[in-house]
């Protein structure tokens, strides 16, 4: 272990427990006393703060220079004046893109910038501006880390970034975590004999298109009953809630809120769904997988290359052919057990949080020249399972 604690800032678009600050939330705690963390968050929402262990050294403060505001020297300059306090900056989509700016202006520690993914208002387009900010503004990485192929083409050819600047490290989960043999339910969670469960995990944003959802599980109802479980938060929450009513199926929604680590009762459910518009490499896909589900969702960043190949045939974004997705799955125990078992294989082969670990560490490690700064962090995680 270092003689001193690595001092880490991370600039984050927002601090909602989503896919991003799952992952850094679990390199967080994975770090242990080999570093020390300041949160800034472009929202006012930190979520995900609940998910740091509590011997995790963490400050949120409420006096540092904002992330939100107008492009100019000196909000950037202020910015960077108190980035020079950290060994590593870690800045998280655009709405950390300011501290990127900061850096590429006036200076500072070194930085690596992370893109996950894309909200409602670039889910169909790029927008033409950030693209041009990001192409001026991200030579001030040491790395740009994207978790798919999808963004790492993106990041290539529209952010044209050079290839030594673009690292793609797949997302990963602590499998151990998971067993299908033994579901653990979720407080609350009552099968009813002949429903057919259906589970998602996801902020409530617009991004994720729930109440299209929804209206297919409504659908699904008209021939089969079934129940919809939501594991999340968000301002979507009253549209989904009103989308539900609507369809005369709100006594078959269920919005249980923000639940702690929503992996461990995937397993208790029959199918997991994702609708949304825009995703890269989500990690809620890989614990349903790791939980032996099968999976249905609209085809978008890396989701058909990420389910088994037998399950990819259900990965569609047309209405009419999630319908029948949806239908031939809720109707067949057998192929559900299927394609459950063959995603499973595939997680434990490939989606193991350790080599994510490790390849982090090496990262933040070079990027700080202290290459043994996070040395051991992998094993210390493979300790505990």
């Known amino acids: 272990m270092p003689d001193r604690p690595v001092r880490i800032l991370h600039a984050h678009s927002t601090f909602d427990l989503g896919g991003k600050e799952a992952r850094a939330v679990r390199l967080m705690n994975a770090w242990g006393e080999r570093a020390e963390h300041v949160v800034l968050s472009a929202t006012d929402r930190f979520g995900a703060r609940e998910a740091i262990d509590a011997g995790i050294k963490v400050d949120f403060p409420t006096d540092a220079p904002s992330l939100v505001g107008k492009p100019a020297p000196g909000r950037y300059r202020r910015l960077s004046r108190y980035m020079r306090q950290f060994d590593l900056v870690l800045t998280y ?28 208002d670039e889910a169909v387009r790029l927008n033409p501006k950030r693209n041009l900010f990001r192409r001026l503004m991200l030579p001030a990485a040491h790395r740009v880390v994207v978790p798919s192929q999808t963004l790492e083409t993106v990041a290539l050819n529209v952010w044209r970034q050079p290839e030594r600047r673009v690292a793609r490290i797949s997302n990963g989960i602590d499998l151990s975590q998971i067993d299908p043999a033994h579901p653990l339910p979720p407080p609350g969670f009552q099968r009813v004999q002949g429903d057919v469960t259906i589970v998602t995990v996801a902020g409530l944003r617009k991004v994720k298109d729930l109440p299209f959802l929804v209206e297919r599980v409504a659908i699904l109802n008209r021939s089969r009953p079934a129940r919809l479980f939501i594991f999340g938060e968000g301002p979507e929450r009253d549209a989904i809630a009103a989308k539900a009513a609507e369809h005369g199926i709100a006594d078959r929604v269920h919005l249980p809120g923000f639940v702690a680590e929503p992996s461990r009762y995937l397993a208790a459910f029959d199918i997991f769904a994702l609708s949304s518009v825009s995703e890269q490499f989500p990690i809620s896909l890989v614990e349903a997988m790791a939980a032996g589900l099968p999976a249905i969702s609209t085809d978008v960043g890396d989701v058909a290359g990420m389910v088994d190949t037998d399950n990819r045939s259900f990965v569609a974004s047309q209405p009419g052919l999630y319908d ?62």
């Open 93 to 120: 989509n655009w709405g950390a893109m300011d501290a990127v700016g900061a850096r590429r202006l006036f200076g500072g520690p070194p930085l690596i910038h992370a893109e996950d993914g894309f909200n409602e």
């Open 324 to 385: 029948s997705n949806l239908s031939a799955l809720a109707a067949n125990e057998a192929l559900r057990l299927q394609l459950g078992s063959a995603n499973r294989r595939k997680a434990l082969a490939i989606y193991d949080e350790r080599v994510m670990i490790s390849r982090y560490a090496a990262l933040y490690g070079e990027a700080i020249g202290r290459p043994d700064a996070f040395v051991g962090a992998a094993a210390a995680v493979n300790s505990e399972v």
